[in-house]
């Protein structure tokens, strides 16, 4: 029975991969790879900067939710404060799930992912103001394992799949990640 409530705490931790990752390198050493920049090639209007600065925002609240995520998952900490800093519901409280589940468990990430997001739409005239993200997450690298003695758990391998996140602007300003999906089905 542990075994199957494991099986499927990884499942939802894998599915939360673009939704959470949660990872310390085996070397003690974290990693992650910054979202690339928004090119600027022209002239630009004022609906331009605001898109821009919509999409740099968003990639950065991501880059942050990545971070904030592995560094909870490592800490086994479902209440790091930084979590909250990049991440809204329903997508915070899915996350904190999540790491606790695999805490109780027994369980911690370990390993390094890739990451190479970009922006797929933009609306800021939608209320609130939010931007779609899709990213290529290579979790090959990136592990569930016991935390007595890092032997893999079964069934949490990883792999290259899409993952979608979206961005929401808040009535306070900040742009927060929170949405996101792991495309199992989906190899990139």
Not at 17 to 46: F, K, L, Q, Y
Not at 60 to 82: C, V
Request: net charge positive.
């Amino acid at each position: 029975m542990r075994g199957r409530q494991l099986r499927r705490a990884a499942i939802c931790l894998l599915v939360g991969v673009a939704a959470m990752p949660i990872t310390a390198c085996a070397s003690g050493r974290e990693t992650v790879e910054r979202p690339t920049e928004v090119r600027d090639n022209g002239p630009r209007t004022d609906s331009d900067v605001e898109r821009r600065a919509a999409e740099k925002a968003a990639l950065d609240a991501y880059s942050g939710y990545l971070a904030a995520s592995r560094t909870a998952g490592l800490r086994s900490d479902p209440r790091l404060p930084e979590l909250s800093r990049f991440l809204g519901d329903p997508l915070l409280t899915r996350v904190r799930v999540s790491i606790r589940e695999a805490k109780e468990h027994g369980a911690m990430r370990t390993g390094t992912f890739k990451s190479d997001p970009t922006v797929t739409a933009v609306s800021l005239d939608a209320k609130p103001a939010t931007v779609e993200i899709q990213d290529c997450l290579d979790t090959t690298g990136y592990r569930l394992v016991y935390a007595k003695d890092k032997r893999s758990v079964p069934g949490s391998g990883g792999g290259r799949h899409l993952s979608t996140a979206t961005a929401t602007r808040y009535p306070d300003g900040r742009w927060l990640i929170n949405y996101g999906t792991t495309h199992r089905d989906q190899p990139c």
